[in-house]
């Protein structure tokens, strides 16, 4: 079974940085296609940045590209997203996900409905 765990979120004022870490058990994950998202109050789940934990090119939204980095870490089974340059429009609770469905994911990344597996969300409050 499994199982993502995210971690890092909190309060900061604009401009801000802050560092979200995804923490994967059970499965072979060097396999897996991972992906952050987001989701605001009363707003659909929105894709933030899509990559390997093996490492290789992330790819962004163009809400977040130049200011959030995407990245992995295959010994450590994890994941990050390292968030520069904060605005309130940030503000949102972050998921991270993955799949198996590798030819899917190739395509669809950007979609949640290409994700099997969840996290719980961290919130990430960015204030003006």
């Known amino acids: 079974q499994v199982q993502l765990a995210e971690s890092g979120g909190g309060l900061v004022q604009t401009g801000g940085s802050l560092r979200l870490s995804c923490v994967l058990s059970?499965?072979?994950?060097?396999?897996?296609?991972m992906g952050w998202f987001r989701q605001a109050p009363g707003k659909d789940r929105e894709f933030v940045a899509a990559f390997r934990l093996r490492g290789g090119t992330a790819s962004y939204s163009e809400a977040v590209k130049g200011r959030f980095t995407a990245s992995g870490d295959n010994d450590k089974n994890a994941g990050y997203l390292q968030m520069d340059s904060l605005k309130p429009e940030d503000t949102a609770v972050y998921y991270c996900?993955?799949?198996?469905?590798?030819?899917?994911?190739?395509?669809?990344?950007?979609?949640?409905?290409?994700?099997?597996?969840w996290g719980q969300g961290t919130q990430v409050t960015v204030s003006s």
């Open positions: 996900a993955s799949t198996l469905r590798t030819s899917d994911y190739l395509t669809g990344f950007r979609s949640p409905r290409t994700y099997d597996y």
């Open positions: 059970g499965g072979t994950h060097q396999r897996y296609g």
